[in-house]
């Protein structure tokens, strides 16, 4: 299992927003695939999968996340 956290896009980056989940909860994805959007101060990413399995959310779309908190889990 592989757990997805808010990464720390920016030095000075203490939380982001999860934009919206490009995946739905329940997906199997590939390693790579873009599978939600995390906004920061400065800017918009898409981020990629980091390995192939089952999509498991674990956060709500459209609220701001502390760096580090665990958003959702690939099994």
Not at 4 to 16: D, F, H, K, V, Y
Request: proline share 7%; charged share 25%.
């Amino acid at each position: 299992m592989t757990t997805l956290t808010i990464p720390q896009l920016e030095m000075a980056m203490s939380e982001g927003t999860l934009a919206e989940w490009l995946e739905p909860d329940g997906a199997q994805v590939e390693e790579g695939d873009p599978i939600y959007v995390l906004e920061t101060g400065k800017a918009t990413q898409d981020i990629s999968a980091p390995k192939s399995g089952k999509l498991t959310h674990k956060a709500a779309a459209g609220e701001v996340y502390p760096v580090g908190t665990e958003i959702g889990v690939i099994e």
